[in-house]
């Protein structure tokens, strides 16, 4: 929608212009609306064209979809019961994107176990409640890389050292799980510049386990998962409950469905333009980024990139 913005010239800011200046009108008697004039100037046809009032649409307060293209059908109808809290660190970006999938994630939830923090940067001062999560041994921080630890592995082998020592065991992991929102390159700028993230365990999902639902945003792999998704399959694998991964990703599939439905087109991954020819970029001359490309064919040490 486009909106017409029209200047008005007051008979006040008019007055205010000397009669010798070479700026002032010829009759600055009559500042009123003079045909003449507003050819002149350029502004008579403008004048007469209505001007656009944009109105927001009502927004559904639970899923913060448009009322029209609400998905609280496709929402569990009493929140999930987990033990385990999330803390979504979101870049700036990711809030004013109209197709996110955080808020889809927190209306799953019960209020409080999925809290959100926006910014780039955190630190103590700024963000104590985040800095203490960071501190607790049971908090863990999913993001891929060389020192992170396979998340079912190491359920598996706490679910062992339980039924070894009995109900005395601590439990190791949870109940906080911290996730980056954002693209690829945010998610790692934001991880690596915020020395709080490094605190906590670091862990990953199984490579091979799942192809992203997500198919109207473009990933860099087949096997990168958006934020619901990695959600998703981690309180799946923290609750010993699969059908945890089936509730939350219903409503994904309705956005997407519904996207594509309306002329939205599926985003193919750049592995998967890159594996069958039909990458319509410029192939990089970079020896890094050459390596890097290879590894998307290959799918090795993807992330971080």
């Not at 200046?21 to 502004?43: K, R, T």
């Not at 008579?44 to 656009?52: A, N, Q, T, Y």
């Not at 990953?204 to 792999?221: G, M």
């Not at 409503?251 to 939205?264: E, I, N, Y």
Request: charged share 20%; hydrophobic share 35%.
């Amino acid at each position: 929608m486009f909106h017409t913005f029209v200047m008005d010239t007051t008979c006040q800011g008019l007055s205010n212009l000397s009669l010798n200046h070479p700026l002032a009108p010829v009759e600055s008697a009559n500042c009123g609306s003079s045909s003449s004039q507003d050819d002149e100037d350029g502004f008579g046809d403008l004048r007469s064209l209505p001007v656009d009032v944009c109105e927001r649409r009502p927004t559904c307060l639970r899923c913060c979809r448009p009322q029209k293209v609400c998905l609280c059908p496709f929402l569990p109808v009493h929140p999930l019961e987990v033990s385990t809290c999330l803390y979504i660190v979101q870049h700036p970006a990711e809030e004013s994107r109209a197709l996110r999938t955080v808020p889809l994630l927190a209306a799953c939830l019960p209020p409080g176990k999925c809290k959100v923090l926006v910014g780039r940067r955190f630190n103590e001062e700024r963000n104590p409640e985040l800095a203490a999560v960071c501190r607790d041994s049971r908090t863990l921080i999913l993001y891929p890389g060389p020192d992170a630890q396979n998340l079912e592995e190491l359920v598996q082998k706490q679910d062992w050292d339980q039924d070894r020592m009995g109900e005395q065991f601590v439990r190791a992991v949870g109940p906080n799980v911290i996730i980056i929102d954002g693209t690829w390159s945010q998610a790692k700028d934001m991880f690596l510049r915020n020395t709080l993230l490094h605190q906590p365990k670091q862990v990953q999902l199984s490579r091979s386990e799942q192809t992203s639902l997500y198919v109207i945003r473009s990933q860099p792999s087949n096997i990168c998962l958006s934020t619901l998704e990695c959600a998703a399959v981690t309180l799946s694998i923290l609750e010993r409950n699969e059908a945890i991964q089936e509730v939350l990703l219903k409503p994904l599939q309705a956005l997407c469905s519904f996207q594509l439905q309306h002329g939205a087109l599926v985003h193919h991954s750049k592995e998967h333009l890159i594996r069958h020819g039909i990458y319509d970029k410029q192939m990089p001359t970079n020896k890094r980024k050459i390596k890097r490309m290879e590894n998307l064919i290959t799918n090795q040490h993807i992330c971080p990139r």
